[in-house]
């Protein structure tokens, strides 16, 4: 028995190495028939066992002369965030394959072959099982292919239009109000140091969230009145809007509106790992909360929903207001299907209302999250470039004026904003950090095999085949960006990417068209406008965004780009635009140097002086956003902090480093 039990026991191992082993050399071959450049890896970087033994075994890895082969380096599923375009240049090309046992991996970062992918979207759809742990309330149209998604895409899209733009315009605006008021506190000339700021943009991003898309006014602790009105006042019932304004739990809810969203969205990262049937037994502190906050939610989410309902059904609904309200008049909810006074299949609606609870949950986590991210990262950069900050708030000035917020025009004003600094600030925040650092596309296991043109020639992918669209490459790709020479070519921003160029700096003005030119003549006719819609039946709003750089089609992707380009990126760009105008127009940003010298210390320092220990901050601040940065929903910082302050314009420390 026990001969039996040491032969299982050996055996199973060297099976699956035997198989592994052959899967490899199958994989291999169809790697080298398709005659692109390709790399072999010992196993997937999505293995779980790797994934689950990779932080242990990395500092003893790291000590080996592996560590700075290209095979190693892509076994970090964050790879693309850690080499930027080095891997594309290390190999001398834009296209190149991994192989591994489980499958193969192409991998691109040319705008030619970005701009065929995301052009044929029934050839290369989405790996929807990826998508699967989004579908925590319903179906819905980030989680579905083919003709479900045309389903789903054709009725979600109406509520994206410019009447909620213009809601979310007002409610950011008097959001960044509140958040600014609670960084100055008591303080007129400038703020205490602060390490918060990133969870503010998530804060702030929330609340925005949750006024433009379900009609819920969220304040902040202790917020007074800043003479605007939020736009969604009176849209929800009275008791729905008391119950979710609450800060304890009532009726039959353990946990707040406010409590139970933050929490599901801080601890989303266990939600999307593990299915909820292992979540809701598993031990441990994390889990046993998030399963509480996901439990929650969703019973706010679904009196949310019925309060719609119910107004639908009364005839109080309002026109175009929040996104969940769109959503059911889109869906075909009408007082016949809610009262069911009609047997007629007309009055059936177009999703269940799981699916309308899925795709509002979506709307939730995706807009969340991206613009928070912009924000904070926005602002950092501004903080790290203080000449560009300048240029952004005489450019602001101009626009904006003596007026106050209160007079700030959505049509008129983010127009002018999205054309000029401002606009090019977002953009190249999006350049250097993109929601996701690679957009994921397959070609399935039951299609035929798919041919690309890559440098004039054709190259067919087999059947199987994951692709990474590695947007972040994709964006620091010199063959179409502009470029100019390093700032500081003794201290690269990144050690070994574009280290002869400044393709890894934040420069706002590379997007400004008296600064900026195609890199690429050739390409004339083929630029994108890095703003606008790919596809058809998507509010745009008015259109400014052709006086910034137009990259060539497949270069610029912080969004995706087709067919299944994120239908809220018109909801995004008009949040960040109001929050970044609020902030600069009367204050400005600087990085705290507390870790080097005192308030007092640096009153009597010299532009020298000044100049060296910014330096040393800046130095500090690039090296935790290369470091420290990784993939949870989107980018994000992971456990590091950058503390800045806020000044009144004409009080900064160091504004004569300009």
């Known amino acids: 028995m026990i001969s039996i039990l040491l032969f299982t026991l050996l055996a199973l191992p060297l099976t699956y190495f035997l198989n592994s082993l052959w899967c490899l050399r199958r994989n291999i071959a169809a790697a080298k028939a398709t005659g692109l450049p390709y790399v072999v890896l010992p196993w997937s970087n999505l293995n779980l066992p790797w994934l689950i033994s990779r932080p242990f075994l990395l500092p003893y890895l790291n000590k080996l002369p592996i560590r700075d ?40 970062a040319d705008a030619a072959v970005i701009d065929q992918i995301t052009r044929r979207r029934n050839d290369f759809p989405k790996p ?38 213009r809601m979310v315009w007002i409610e950011s605006l008097r959001q960044a109000q ?75 809810h353990e946990m707040s509106y406010v409590d139970a969203l933050q929490s599901l969205l801080h601890n989303m990262i266990w939600v999307l790992v593990f299915p909820m049937t292992l979540l809701k037994w598993l031990p441990f502190k994390g889990t046993k909360r998030s399963y509480r906050a996901y439990i929650e939610w969703g019973k706010h989410l679904r009196a949310l929903f019925n309060n719609k309902k119910d107004d639908i059904a009364t005839g109080k609904a309002q026109e175009g207001m929040d996104l969940m ?7 075909g909810v009408t007082p016949d299907s809610v009262n069911q006074t009609s047997s007629k299949s007309e009055s ?8 309308i609870m899925g795709n509002a949950f979506v709307f939730l986590l995706a807009g969340h999250e991206t ?86 020639q054709k190259h067919t992918l087999p059947p199987s085949t994951y692709i990474n669209v590695v947007s972040l490459a994709a964006h620091r790709n010199p063959k179409t ?13 990144h050690p070994t990417s574009n280290t002869d160029n400044d393709l890894e700096e934040f420069k706002p003005e590379r997007w400004l068209r008296e600064t900026a030119t195609s890199s690429d003549p050739a390409a004339a006719g083929n630029e994108k406008d890095i703003f606008t819609e790919d596809a058809p039946n998507t509010a745009t709003g008015t259109n400014a965004s052709h006086a910034l750089h137009r990259p060539p089609r497949g270069a610029y992707i912080p969004f995706s780009e087709g067919y299944r380009a994120c239908l809220g990126r018109r909801f995004a760009q008009v949040e960040v635009l109001a929050v970044l105008a609020v902030v600069f127009k009367e204050f400005s940003v600087e990085l705290a140097v507390d870790e080097y010298a005192s308030d007092e210390e640096v009153d009597r320092m010299g532009v020298k002086e000044k100049r060296e220990i910014y ?32 000044v009144r314009r004409g009080g900064e420390r160091f504004g004569e480093l300009d």
């Open 348 to 355: 059936k609606p177009l999703l269940s209302d799981t699916e």
């Open 615 to 646: 330096g040393k901050v800046t130095r500090d601040m690039q090296e935790k956003m290369r470091e420290k940065m990784g993939m949870m929903f989107t980018m994000q910082m992971r456990g590091e902090k950058v503390a800045v302050r806020v």
């Open 481 to 493: 960006w502009p470029a100019g020479p390093p700032s500081d070519p003794e201290n690269p921003v």
């Open 178 to 252: 509140s958040m600014v008021k609670g960084w100055m506190g008591d303080q007129i000339a400038s703020s205490p140091t602060l390490l918060t700021v990133a969870e503010d943009c998530m804060k702030l991003s929330l609340y925005v969230i949750s006024c433009a898309g379900f009609g819920v006014i969220l304040e902040w602790p202790g917020a007074e009145d800043q003479g605007e009105e939020s736009p969604a006042n009176g849209h929800l019932s009275s008791n729905m809007e008391k119950e979710a304004q609450k800060s304890e739990p009532s009726g039959d």
């Open 371 to 456: 613009a928070a991210n912009s924000i904070h990262f926005s602002i950092l950069y501004l903080a790290l470039h203080p000449a560009s900050q300048r240029r952004l708030q005489h450019s602001l000035d101009r626009i904006l004026g003596s007026r106050p917020i209160s007079e700030w025009d959505y049509e008129k004003d983010f127009t002018a904003l999205f054309s000029t600094m401002a606009g090019a600030v977002l953009a190249e925040e999006l350049r250097l950090i993109p929601p996701v650092p690679a957009i994921p596309k397959c070609i399935p296991a039951n299609s035929a095999p798919q041919t690309l043109v890559i440098d004039n």
């Open 325 to 331: 309200g769109f959503l059911l008049k889109g869906a």
């Open 69 to 108: 082969t290209l095979w190693f380096k892509l076994l970090a599923v964050d790879w693309p965030w850690h080499t930027q375009y080095a891997v594309f240049q290390q190999l001398g090309c834009d296209n190149f394959l991994y192989v591994s046992p489980a499958k193969n991996y192409f991998n691109t």
């Open 128 to 165: 929807i099982e990826v998508y699967g742990s989004l579908d925590l309330y319903g179906k819905n149209v980030v989680s579905t292919e083919g003709s479900l998604w045309k389903h789903h895409r054709k009725t979600v899209s109406p509520p994206f239009n410019e009447k909620n733009n």
